[in-house]
């Protein structure tokens, strides 16, 4: 994976390789953004510049022994690590993340490395209950993996994926680690969620945001595969700067779970605005049968269909990210969105998420979730 190989992101791939140009390398490294903003990518195109002994124009090679090593996955340097879990697993059977690699490895080569959570659960078919982990025993292997010399290259590498589903343990066995690395060991942590990472963890990283990509790249892409210029530059801005989401809107494709969430949402607040308690606690008995990582996307898609009537209340509705049913909706919706309520429900959402992150009881949470949400509705 070359830095050219990714969307958008131009002042980023050059200042990273400058980073890399003038030996200014920090042994640890948090690359924030969400999985269609190419976060994963780019960790990985960073680490094949860093190993590359033919850099060129602030990029790798991409032909040398260990730039065809990192884009295959197959590098002795680079250890990867992401959450993972199995249905019928033994007791005190040990899950790790090296006994998934040929699925990891599989998706990584479809998809590019543009991949969200949920569809890396799905490869691992969890179901609707199981979500991914990474455990004290991985960090474990962690520890035991980096305490060997590098094999071909001066560095050693270690990408944890979506870090924030470390129990608090593994935390901490990382947070000694960087605190007193080994010489010439880097960590990139790759996280859609920090917040929910130990603030100790985080401040001992160098945080890289992973922006949105911006609209003329992906116009630029959607030309290429013959788009007229309108039909482009409209699939650009909806898109929202996600290349999961170009990809769905090039394809023509109906997400099925994405029409899920926006019926719930629908549903919650319409039950909301009109009191119907009762049928609030039907709602949220139908929240619990979502799998974790699917109750965490509805809320993310709650955040949007929110921000996007608020800015509808607002009168900016002409360079809103939605259209179809989520338009009509949300330019009815609009005026019960505004001032008032819209930062108290988003930290709701927020506190929802976190609860659920920690395990938390969906009923209980979904249940107290709606009905502030119905309090929060009528209060314009």
């Not at 791939?13 to 953004?33: E, M, N, P, W, Y």
């Not at 719930?264 to 974790?292: I, V």
């Not at 002409?318 to 001032?339: K, Q, V």
Request: overall charge neutral; some cysteine; charged content about 25%.
């Amino acid at each position: 994976m070359k830095f050219s190989d990714i969307i958008g992101h131009d002042e980023l791939k050059r200042r990273l390789a400058q980073q890399i140009d003038t030996g200014r390398v920090s042994h640890a490294q948090l690359f924030t953004g969400l999985a269609g903003y190419g976060s994963l990518p780019m960790a990985l195109a960073y680490t094949q510049y860093l190993f590359c002994p033919n850099r060129k124009d602030g990029d790798s090679c991409g032909v040398c022994p260990s730039c065809q090593q990192v884009t295959a996955l197959a590098h002795p340097d680079l250890h990867m690590v992401y959450p993972v879990n199995k249905k019928e697993k033994k007791s005190g059977e040990v899950i790790t993340s090296d006994m998934f690699i040929k699925e990891w490895r599989e998706i990584w080569q479809q998809k590019r490395g543009i991949f969200t959570t949920e569809e890396w659960y799905d490869r691992l078919d969890l179901g609707k209950t199981m979500k991914g982990l990474i455990t004290t025993k991985e960090s474990d292997e962690i520890i035991r993996k980096l305490s060997f010399k590098s094999f071909s290259s001066k560095y050693k590498m270690m990408i944890i994926w979506q870090p924030e589903a470390m129990n608090a343990e593994a935390a901490n066995k990382i947070l000694k680690i960087l605190e007193e690395p080994w010489e010439n060991t880097i960590f990139l942590l790759v996280s859609e969620h920090p917040e929910l990472l130990l603030p100790t963890i985080k401040s001992r990283t160098q945080e890289v945001n992973i922006g949105r990509i911006d609209i003329a790249s992906l116009e630029a892409m959607a030309i290429a595969e013959g788009r007229s210029a309108q039909e482009a530059n409209i699939i650009a801005r909806l898109a929202g700067g996600s290349l999961v989401e170009f990809g769905e809107l090039m394809r023509g494709e109906v997400d099925e779970a994405r029409k899920q969430y926006f019926e719930l949402f629908c549903r919650l607040m319409r039950l909301s605005y009109n009191d119907r308690h009762l049928e609030l606690f039907e709602w949220a008995d139908e929240m619990t049968t979502l799998t974790r990582e699917g109750q965490r996307q509805f809320f993310l898609h709650s955040v949007r269909l929110l921000r996007e009537s608020y800015m509808m209340h607002a009168g900016l509705g002409s360079i809103s990210y939605l259209w179809g049913e989520e338009r009509d909706f949300c330019t009815r919706f609009a005026p019960f969105i505004g001032n008032q309520n819209i930062e108290i429900l988003i930290a709701e959402i927020e506190s929802a998420m976190a609860q659920i992150a920690q395990n938390g009881s969906p009923r209980i949470i979904f249940t107290h979730f709606s009905l502030k949400v119905s309090k929060l509705i009528n209060r314009l």
